[in-house]
């Protein structure tokens, strides 16, 4: 299987929480990251967690981080079509990260 | 202003051309890495730069060519690709090797 692994869609109502959630394999991660991609553009560094938290809140950001479980989850608050874009979960492996292959988060009205 | 600008952010070859991305950050970051980005693959790191040095290659064939002449550009030469290169190319940069990276916009390749 893949080192990161991610759910391929998620839709979600305007004004809904989004819960976007990520397994990886290795336990030696010392940082974990969500990126966002919009159509046309890079990726964009949203927030990150060392392995050593549990959790980090950012304004509408929340990320849980499980380490028994290698599982890390990302939960927008109060999601806007302006969230509709390309979520990716990486982890940090001896100085190399690797992508999970995104999770595409869709907000209808 | 993402701070990783990449040109051209389009570019169409055929497979005898030679053509080389370019990519400049004004970060002062001492990292910087290449990335192949395909519908439905995840993201594929090509090579990392660490303080002008390249630190990893992961085995990406030999058409492809990184130079790094300084801490600020990174290029990306391009010589016989193939049908299957056709993909997004991403630079990013990072303040040392393994922090959080910053990423340019990419450059859209097609292969004829």
């Known amino acids: 299987g893949e080192d990161v692994e991610q759910s391929l869609f998620l839709s979600v109502r305007e004004g809904d929480s989004s819960v976007i959630n990520c397994t990886y394999t290795d336990s030696s991660s010392t940082y974990l990251y969500w990126y966002k991609q919009e159509p046309g553009a890079g990726l964009q560094l949203l927030t990150y967690?060392?392995?050593?938290?549990d959790m980090k809140q950012d304004q509408r950001l929340t990320v849980l981080l499980n380490k028994k479980d290698k599982h890390l989850s990302l939960r927008i608050a109060d999601t806007q079509t302006g969230d509709s874009a390309i979520y990716f979960c990486?982890?940090?492996?001896?100085?190399?990260?690797?992508f999970g292959r995104g999770t595409s988060l869709i907000v209808h009205p | 202003e993402t701070g990783v600008t990449q040109t051209p952010r389009h570019l169409v070859m055929g497979m005898t051309n030679k053509k080389s991305l370019k990519c400049e950050q004004h970060?002062?970051?001492?990292?910087m890495y290449w990335y192949k980005q395909s519908a439905k693959k995840p993201l594929e790191l090509m090579f990392v730069y660490s303080l002008e040095e390249r630190v990893e290659n992961n085995s990406v064939p030999s058409r492809f060519s990184p130079e790094c002449p300084n801490s600020s550009h990174l290029f990306l030469h391009l010589h016989t690709l193939q049908p299957e290169d056709s993909a997004l190319y991403l630079c990013?940069?990072?303040?040392?090797?393994?922090?959080?990276?910053?990423f340019g916009d990419g450059t859209r390749l097609s292969i004829l």
């Open positions: 990486a982890e940090k492996v001896r100085e190399i990260p690797t």
């Open positions: 970060l002062g970051h001492n990292a």
């Open positions: 967690i060392f392995s050593n938290m």
């Open positions: 990013a940069s990072s303040r040392t090797q393994g922090q959080p990276q910053h």
